[in-house]
Antibody, heavy 118, light 110 residues
Framework: QVQLQESGPGLVKPSETLSLTCTVS??????????WSWIRQPAGKGLEWIGR??????DYSPSLKSRVTISADTSKNQLSLTLNSVTAADTAVYYC???????????WGQGTLLTVSS | QSALTQPASVSGSPGQSITISCTGT?????????VSWYQQHPGKVPKLMIY???SRPSGVSNRFSGSKSGNTASLTISGLQAEDEADYYC??????????FGGGTKLTVL
């Protein structure tokens, strides 16, 4: 059973850079036809796809592409999300999810709340 | 890319059937059969209900079904139950190689 667990600082100041980690257990992030995505959800609002990584190759949402980087550490079986120049609009619950064949999201982490505030 | 369009809310009585629509473009829903649907109860993690337009993951009730016509996908829930009350989101793979979500639909079971 694949499990994903996000972790992060919880609070980031405006204009700073946020960094989140997703630790995957029960399967290697480097095996199979599994992409790995980051998704976020502001309180009371809908889901927004941020981007994904597959064996080092990445794709990003056009709206966030200039500020986001997704990477993977296969030795730790972890994904990372970096978002720079954050504003209050980046306050959200951030999820990581497994993405089979890059088509849908079958396993999700519990999410981590990231608040941008001074 | 723009978000897919879903109705803000739908409602139905127990035992009835409801359908939630999800409208995209010829660059996403209309191009690929890679539409998925997610159920999210308040404070919970989204759950995959339908993938590849009409496939159900193991463990998902057969009361949930999906379809597509042109640029519009649909999720139908038959035999509505109280526990179906939740937010529902559609998602599609796009011609740009990205993924996009709909704005979400709140289902109320009357």
């Amino acid at each position: 059973q694949v499990q994903l667990q996000e972790s992060g600082p919880g609070l980031v100041k405006p204009s700073e850079t946020l960094s989140l980690t997703c630790t995957v257990s029960g399967g290697s992030i480097n095996s199979g036809n599994y992409y790995w995505s980051w998704i976020r959800q502001p309180a009371g609002k809908g889901l927004e796809w941020i981007g994904r990584i597959y064996r080092g190759s990445t794709d990003y949402s056009p709206s966030l592409k200039s500020r986001v980087t997704i990477s993977a550490d296969t030795s730790k079986n972890q994904l990372s999300l970096t978002l720079n120049s954050v504003t209050a609009a980046d306050t959200a619950v951030y999820y990581c999810a497994r993405t089979p064949y890059s088509r849908h999201f079958d396993y999700w982490g519990q999410g981590t709340l990231l608040t941008v505030s001074s | 890319q723009s978000a897919l369009t879903q109705p803000a809310s739908v409602s139905g009585s127990p035992g009835q059937s409801i359908t939630i629509s999800c409208t995209g473009t010829s660059s996403d829903i209309g191009y690929y059969n890679y539409v998925s649907w997610y159920q999210q109860h308040p404070g919970k993690v989204p759950k995959l209900m339908i993938y590849d337009v009409s496939s159900r993951p193991s463990g998902v009730s057969n009361r949930f079904s999906g379809s597509k016509s042109g640029n519009t996908a649909s999720l139908t829930i038959s035999g509505l139950q109280a526990e179906d009350e939740a937010d529902y989101y559609c998602s599609s793979f796009t011609i740009s190689g990205t993924l996009v979500f709909g704005g979400g639909t709140k289902l109320t079971v009357l």
